[in-house]
Structure formats: structure tokens, C-alpha cells
């Protein structure tokens, strides 16, 4: 079946720092890839797709590129701030075997904590 | 504002006790779908509409109806909550179901069964 696999965390970084959080994923058809971000007490909020290969996703400083032929779309960021403290997680969407429904499916993901 | 609403925010119920979560979007979307975030489980879906009256089972249904008798309402109903639904329950919709489109969620329901 479809799935993703996100690195694991907590990922703690300074102020500044260069982020990268690694994700792949195993999929039938041809996905649609999607970064969320989910602030404390708060629920998923989409921070960029993808939805062709080579796509490049960006928003907020945040960049990913879908790579099929590593079947990857890693996140990026040049410069975190304290506010970016979040969970972050991966997502992909295709439509299952009959069509009838187009989930997401997400990684587990990945709790982002940037000290000042 | 484009929003999607749910009720209550958080809930503690007991065993065997019915209980309703609403959800309620208003950006005319087609597409609404309940997800529950529990962890080292990550999001799983229970169910999902791709219009009014069309209602299917995602991959966690058991123990959960829905129903959808207008586009922008979506209710998660619990007839006989148990403890392992205790949970943090997410509405999300979309304009379509197709690939490209993303959710939009809400905001969340804390639920716990005693």
C-alpha cells in the first residue's frame, strides 16, 4: 500500500540554522506530494505541495522538490526562526485502486523545536 | 474567513455514552473526510464523503458512523464510545477529491472515554 516515511525526531536547532527533514515515500500511481505543519493546540496546516515530478513546493522560506526517481520530497529551510517550532509532517495523495477515494496519507511526523 | 469548524474542542465522555462531533465548512467543498491523530499511529482515516449522500469507510471505521445531508456539514457520531477511541479527532475538506487538491483541517477535537 501507499505510505511515507519521515525522519524521526525531535529535531532541536539554533536560531538560523539550516533545516532539512527527510521524506520518502512508496506509492501506486503518480502522487501528489504535500509538507503540513502543525503549531501546538492547533490542526495541520498545508505549508507547500508538489504535484508533478520536479516540481519545486515553496512557501514561508520552506522548500521541497519532488524527486521521483528517489521517490523523495525533502524539506527545507536556509534560515529557521524560533516560530517555526512545529511538527511537520509529510504527506502524499493518489487515488486508490477504484478511484473512489483520494486520502492522504501521512508520515508519523517530525517535532521541530528552534532554541533562540 | 475560509474555515473548517469543529464541536466541541474537547469532550470527556464515559463508556457506552453517544456522543456527536459536528463539522462544518464553508468553502462549497466536495470533499470532507474524519481523521483521527494518535500516537506513534500518526493520522489515519476513518471516513470520507466525496459529495452529498456519498459516504465511504477509510481505513479505521469500526465504531464510527457519518453522515452527510448537506454539502457543508459533516458530522462524526459515536454511538457506543469505548476507551480506545479516545482520540484527537481532525475534520478536513477539499474542493475536489483529485490528487492535486489539498485539506483544509479544523482545529481539532480532544476526546477521552473513561
Known amino acids: 500500500g501507499d505510505s511515507v516515511t519521515q525522519m524521526e525526531g525531535p529535531v532541536t536547532l539554533s536560531e538560523e540554522a539550516f533545516l532539512t527533514i527527510n521524506c520518502t515515500y512508496t506509492?501506486?500511481?503518480?502522487?501528489?506530494l504535500f509538507w503540513y505543519v502543525q503549531y501546538p493546540g492547533e490542526g495541520l496546516q498545508l505549508l507547500l505541495k508538489?504535484?508533478?515530478?520536479?516540481d519545486k513546493g515553496s512557501n514561508k522560506g520552506f522548500e521541497a522538490t519532488y524527486r521521483k526517481e528517489t521517490t523523495s520530497f525533502h524539506l527545507e529551510k536556509g534560515s529557521v526562526q524560533v516560530s517555526d517550532s512545529a511538527v511537520y509532517f509529510c504527506?502524499?495523495?493518489?487515488?486508490?485502486?477504484?478511484?473512489?477515494?483520494?486520502?492522504?496519507?501521512f508520515g508519523k511526523g517530525t517535532l521541530l523545536t528552534v532554541n533562540p | 474567513e475560509a474555515q473548517v469548524t469543529q464541536n466541541p474542542r474537547y469532550l470527556i465522555t464515559v463508556t457506552g455514552k453517544k456522543l456527536t462531533v459536528t463539522c462544518s465548512q464553508n468553502?462549497?467543498?466536495?470533499?470532507m473526510s474524519w481523521y483521527r491523530q494518535d500516537p506513534g499511529l500518526g493520522l489515519r482515516q476513518i471516513y470520507y464523503?466525496?459529495?452529498?449522500?456519498?459516504?465511504d469507510k477509510g481505513d479505521v471505521p469500526e465504531g464510527y458512523k457519518v453522515s452527510r445531508k448537506e454539502k457543508r456539514n459533516f458530522p462524526l457520531i459515536l454511538e457506543s464510545p469505548s476507551p480506545n477511541q479516545t482520540s484527537l479527532y481532525f475534520c478536513?475538506?477539499?474542493?475536489?477529491?483529485?490528487?492535486?487538491?489539498?485539506?483544509?483541517f479544523g482545529s481539532g477535537t480532544r476526546l477521552t472515554v473513561v
Open positions: 468553502m462549497n467543498h466536495e470533499y
Open positions: 504527506a502524499l495523495k493518489v487515488a486508490n485502486s477504484g478511484g473512489s477515494n483520494y486520502k492522504l496519507t
Open positions: 478536513a475538506s477539499s474542493l475536489l477529491a483529485g490528487e492535486v487538491y489539498g485539506y483544509t
Open positions: 508538489a504535484t508533478k515530478a520536479d
Open positions: 506509492a501506486t500511481g503518480y502522487p501528489s
Open positions: 464523503s466525496m459529495n452529498v449522500e456519498v459516504t
